[in-house]
């Protein structure tokens, strides 16, 4: 299973560091083919020790140069980052990230050979439509993305259940998961007000290949107990 935490725009750069040293010691029993990823805010980068993944929240596709207010390889490389997050909902939303310029950022990231989690998912009105509209949707998501990069990882983070305490029940991430699977065979996290109370359920539906977790993975305590589920 892949469990992975997402800070957003959560915890600084000594929190941080606590927090990794005490999710070294508290995943010390997880699973050994049990894969962590952090993706911490840019400002808290760094090395740290542990059985888990450091990822970029995000990157502009640049060596280095005048991108005011981003970071770019050189920033990421310092601290050997390797991973990155990309197409995440806040960042289409907010950020008025479209389809093109993710397609565009997801090329330059392949290139370089990072290891990417690729995100989609629907808002509410598309999933009041039905399954059909749902997955039709979330396949336009993969619009000028490859699919077969060997080092993609997927989530699926219906919009509606992103922070809201609501997450998508059991059987529309069965249907949604088997119907993505068809088109595309990589790891399919699932993400949306995963927390532990829900966890269990999720990670034993058929097509769900890990987790991507936001609020409830603030508190290393509360996401090692995640882990250890
Ligand atoms: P929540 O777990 O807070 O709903 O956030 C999910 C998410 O957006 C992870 O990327």
């Not at 981003?70 to 490389?77: D, K, N, P, R, S």
């Not at 509209?133 to 000028?144: K, N, P, T």
Request: charged share 25%; proline share 2%; aromatic share 10%.
């Amino acid at each position: 299973m892949i469990f992975a935490a997402n800070f957003k725009t959560n915890h600084t750069r000594a929190s941080t560091r606590l927090y990794t040293e005490k999710l070294r010691s508290g995943i010390a029993a997880k699973h050994a083919d049990d894969k962590i990823y952090i993706f911490p805010p840019a400002t808290a980068l760094d090395r740290f020790e542990g059985d888990f993944t450091i990822g970029a929240q995000n990157a502009y596709m640049a060596q280095n140069g005048a991108f005011t207010g981003e970071i770019g390889l050189e920033q990421l490389a310092e601290f050997d980052i390797r991973t990155i997050l990309i197409g995440h909902s806040e960042r289409r939303e907010f950020l008025g990230e479209d389809q093109e310029f993710i397609a565009k950022k997801f090329s330059f990231f392949q290139s370089q050979g990072f290891e990417i989690l690729y995100c989609i998912g629907e808002p509410l009105e598309i999933r009041e439509q039905g399954e059909q509209a749902v997955i039709e949707f979330l396949l336009s998501q993969f619009e000028g993305i490859d699919i077969s990069y060997d080092k993609l990882i997927i989530a699926y983070e219906p919009i509606w259940a992103i922070g809201t305490g609501r997450s998508a029940t059991v059987n529309e991430i069965a249907t949604t998961h088997e119907a993505l699977k068809k088109t595309v065979q990589k790891p399919l996290l699932y993400g949306g007000s995963v927390k532990l109370d829900n966890i269990r359920e999720i990670i034993q539906i058929r097509g769900v290949d890990g987790v991507l977790v936001g609020s409830a993975s603030l508190d290393v305590e509360q996401f090692s107990k995640m882990i250890l589920s």
